[in-house]
């Protein structure tokens, strides 16, 4: 059973609108965690994290949210741009974990239409 | 910037041949991962490595063996290769107190 999961395998959306990536997870004892971009033929890059204490961390157009209570994440990017087109994972851990210990979900490949 | 390097983009092998995939990085990690990229599965560990000649069984090891002889390569090895690890292969790397890990580009593998 899938311990993180991104229901949705693809998301359209128009240039400067904003992009809405939804995660959820099972497991209470995640408290950090990741989001990663993956562009064809390339590896995925690290792009934001956040830890529980926060429930919101901000870099430029892209910001994380999290719900505790509600075991989601989201990532926002704000204004989405064409380059920002890609798959997108999100990735969760234990506090006292290693990278080991990340659990990567499916992923949602983002369109972003010009 | 951290470079990670996986040795092919593509290859075709045959049932029941051995494999090797290889993955060198250029910043002294001492952690090192071997991921597979499924559709629909996400990233799903198979082994990673602490350190030179030291290695730790992932989610996934079935099928797969894994050498580590120098600080900068990491190989993945297919004993006997199945159509059923047709697959994406990632790479990846880790410093020391660094969340991020470094992939590589990736090898996807196809098993006929």
């Known amino acids: 059973d899938q311990q993180v999961k991104q229901n949705s395998p693809s998301l359209s959306v128009q240039e400067g609108r904003i992009s809405i990536l939804n995660c959820d997870y099972t497991?209470?004892?995640?408290?950090?965690f990741l989001w990663y971009k993956k562009y064809p033929a390339e590896g995925p890059t690290f792009l934001i994290s956040i830890s529980s204490i926060k429930d919101k961390n901000e870099d430029g157009r892209f910001t994380v949210f999290l719900n505790k209570s509600a075991k989601h994440l989201s990532l926002h990017i704000v204004p989405s741009q064409p380059g920002d087109s890609a798959v997108y994972f999100c990735a969760a851990r234990f506090s006292s974990g290693s990278a080991r210990q990340l659990t990567f979900g499916s992923g949602t490949q983002l369109t972003v239409l010009p | 910037d951290v470079k990670v390097t996986q040795s092919s983009r593509y290859l075709v092998k045959r049932t029941g041949e051995k494999v090797f995939l290889e993955c060198v990085q250029d910043?002294?990690?001492?952690?090192m991962f071997w991921y597979r990229q499924d559709p629909g599965l996400g990233l799903r560990l198979i082994y990673f490595?602490?350190?030179?000649?030291?290695?730790e069984k992932g989610d996934i090891p079935e099928g797969y063996s894994v050498s580590r002889e120098k600080k900068e390569r990491f190989s993945l090895i297919l004993e006997s290769a199945s159509t059923n690890q047709t697959s994406m292969y990632l790479c990846?790397?880790?410093?020391?107190?660094?969340?991020?890990?470094?992939f590589g580009s990736g090898t996807q593998l196809s098993v006929l």
């Open positions: 497991n209470s004892m995640f408290d950090y």
């Open positions: 990846a790397s880790k410093g020391p107190g660094n969340e991020k890990l470094f």
């Open positions: 910043m002294d990690h001492e952690n």
């Open positions: 490595s602490y350190d030179v000649k030291m290695k």
